[in-house]
């Protein structure tokens, strides 16, 4: 049975926050000059921000910093180093000697570089260690977890952050001052639900980050290296679970995931982008090397995308992430307050973070797999294109089987119609068989929807509404099935499988076109890009457009406007792009938009195909003529 916890005083928060501060603050500057001896330094390089050389490894002034200092207080005044429901005494010691390899781990790789599998094993050891021998993890959090659960989240969650605050620390102070954040957040949380007892450690915690920030603050004088990376995630993934709160997911997980949002999402961000470039280094039998391998660093993480993006320069751009870690420590503590409402505000916050992450920080992200999925789509060798002829079909099938299966579930539903052992055995079969069998009459598997016309969804429609009420009378004559609401059912079924069976069939048209406006957004801050001013709002038109699309990954050629010659058309919008005129406002548009290239795509004679190149010659532009195939003029 454990003690109860010391009370503890102001002065013993100040006492170990000083502590962890002064002895920080004096070491930092040793260790760097010890390691710029030992030839742990950063030069500049393409990747790099820093300008000159910064010496490396400061995590070690850190760790001494936090865990001595702390130490000889726990020892001089006689109180548990941690305090907390079913937390030890020696806990603290054995986290130490587990964070002390960490360090360890991390200054080997500051001197000699590790290989990342190297690192990942060691950080998956220190974990397990940290569940198996200092007894972390999520039991109190949820208390019927086994053990051959708990260990592998457990492991997942202090690896992730590990690897999260190593890969965020890109900019001089930027890990060390979101940790500071994050670690102040945590504690208060920790104070509004009234367990202050567990706060100690995180004021030295925070102190210790103060002391280096001192020095790692632009312009750094010392990095923080792995080993500071890698302690700062190892003590903000093992806090929250020392001082968990049992049934009470915003403490011990919400808020640590808010404060760790930053480093936490550009983690995630980083292993799509490289995964997505390693397939397509792979597909295009290249070297997987540099940028394309996923363990390998690159230079698109959210504080790069931040200063290339806003011109800011390294301060500012410190900051903008700062100012979004305190918003989400922000949204943690007023939730916690505000007990009632905790998940709703949780779940809003996270809501938002994404919002935010995809509408801004994920473009890049988006592009690769526009570019994968482009080029699986349009690899025009025979075999692939046999390979997806084989498929298409069967893809085709599969699909709209389970869109009306799903459809009877839900119509069941939404009119509260009991599914009973006759009504998934007989109901169920009739209705989807019915569907099924009229869209093979109406030929719906032998139509090109790609290139589908109003008539071909019209003729989808008939299949759905015939086969759901010859299902529906079927369905009113078998035995064992109750009639009522048969008619509801059956007119909701027929449009609700119709609408997701045309779904289906748009969206291939619709991926398209958000991945050419990706593609348009990317090229539009290119000067090397080529700026197409298109005459002709027709059918031709769309087909040069597809042309484009189909050349995503290599593209450098963007369409800017329209011109077509009916008036009333000036001002709408074909496929996002604006219609700006007619042919004999051409000169003044082609200077206005800063155009390079005016391609004909529409069907005319030669004789109007001389006037369209007389009227454009003084404006010395390159006109081309598409007629399925581009042409000079």
């Not at 009234?194 to 632009?218: C, D, E, I, M, V």
Request: charged residues 15%; positive net charge; aromatic residues 10%.
């Amino acid at each position: 049975m454990n003690p109860a916890p010391l009370a503890i005083k102001a002065v013993d928060y100040i006492v170990a926050f000083a502590g962890a501060l002064a002895l920080t603050f004096i070491l930092t500057p040793i260790v760097r000059e010890m390691n710029r001896r030992f030839g742990m330094v950063d030069r500049p390089d393409s990747r790099r921000i820093n300008k000159v050389p910064i010496p490396r490894g400061g995590g070690l002034a850190l760790f001494l910093g936090v865990m001595v200092s702390y130490s000889i207080f726990a020892l001089a005044t006689g109180r548990p180093p941690l305090q907390g429901d079913g937390v030890s005494a020696d806990t603290f010691w054995k986290l130490s000697a587990i964070a002390a390899g960490v360090v360890a781990l991390g200054y080997a790789d500051d001197k000699y570089g590790l290989s990342p599998k190297a690192k990942l094993a060691g950080q998956i050891v220190a974990a397990v260690l940290a569940w198996g021998c200092v007894g972390l993890g999520f039991g109190r959090l949820w208390p019927n977890l086994p053990a051959w659960l708990d260990c592998p989240l457990t492991v997942f969650w202090i690896v992730g952050a590990v690897n999260a605050f190593n890969l965020i620390d890109g900019l001089d102070g930027l890990a060390s001052g979101i940790a500071f954040i994050a670690t102040l957040g945590m504690a208060g949380t920790l104070f509004i639900i009234k367990n202050p007892q567990s706060t100690l450690f995180y004021f030295a915690f925070a102190g210790g980050l103060l002391g280096f920030l001192r020095y790692n603050y632009n312009p750094a004088s010392v990095f923080l290296g792995d080993s500071g990376s890698m302690f700062i995630g190892f003590i903000l993934a093992t806090l929250p679970l020392i001082s968990q709160v049992p049934n009470s997911f915003l403490v011990s997980v919400g808020v640590p995931l808010l404060a760790m949002g930053v480093p936490i999402f550009d983690t995630a961000l980083a292993i799509i982008r490289r995964s997505i470039r390693h397939i397509i280094r792979r597909r295009d039998k290249a070297d997987a090397v540099g940028n394309d391998k996923v363990m390998t660093a690159d230079v698109d993480h959210l504080h790069h995308r931040i200063l290339r993006a806003a011109g800011l320069n390294q301060r500012k751009a410190a900051w903008t992430l700062y100012l979004i870690t305190a918003t989400g420590v922000g949204i943690g503590l007023v939730a916690a307050a505000l007990k009632s409402h905790t998940s709703g505000l949780w779940l809003l916050a996270v809501a938002f973070a994404c919002f935010v992450v995809f509408k801004n920080m994920a473009r890049i992200e988006l592009y690769d797999a526009g570019r994968l999925l482009n080029s699986v789509a349009h690899n025009r060798t025979t075999a692939a294109r046999r390979r997806r002829a084989r498929l298409a079909v069967p893809l085709y099938l599969g699909c709209d089987i389970a869109l009306l299966i799903a459809s009877f579930f839900i119509m069941m539903w939404a009119v509260h119609q009991p599914l009973t052992a006759p009504v998934l055995r007989l109901g169920l079969l009739i209705r989807v068989f019915s569907v099924f069998v009229f869209l093979v009459f109406f030929k719906v598997y032998r139509t090109v929807w790609s290139r589908a016309m109003l008539s071909n969804y019209i003729r989808l429609a008939f299949a759905c509404f015939f086969g759901s009420f010859l299902g529906g009378g079927g369905v009113f004559f078998a035995p064992s099935i109750n009639p009522s609401a048969i008619f509801r059912v059956t007119a909701g079924y027929a449009a609700l499988s119709f609408s997701l069976l045309a779904a289906l069939r748009l969206a291939r048209s619709v991926v398209r076109d958000v991945f050419y406006a990706l593609d348009c957004s990317r090229l539009k801050g290119r000067k090397d890009v080529s700026r197409i001013l298109v005459y002709g709002a027709g059918l031709r038109y769309r087909t040069f457009r597809r042309e484009l699309v189909r050349t995503t990954s290599v593209n450098s050629r963007i369409i800017v406007g329209l011109l077509d010659d009916d008036i009333l058309l000036r001002g709408h919008y074909i496929g996002g792009i604006r219609i700006e005129g007619t042919l004999a406002e051409a000169p003044e548009i082609i200077n206005r938009l800063n155009v390079d290239t005016v391609v004909v795509a529409c069907e005319i004679s030669r004789e109007w195909l001389k006037i369209v190149k007389d009227t454009l010659a003084p404006t010395g532009v390159r006109v081309t003529h598409f007629t399925f195939q581009e042409s000079d003029v």
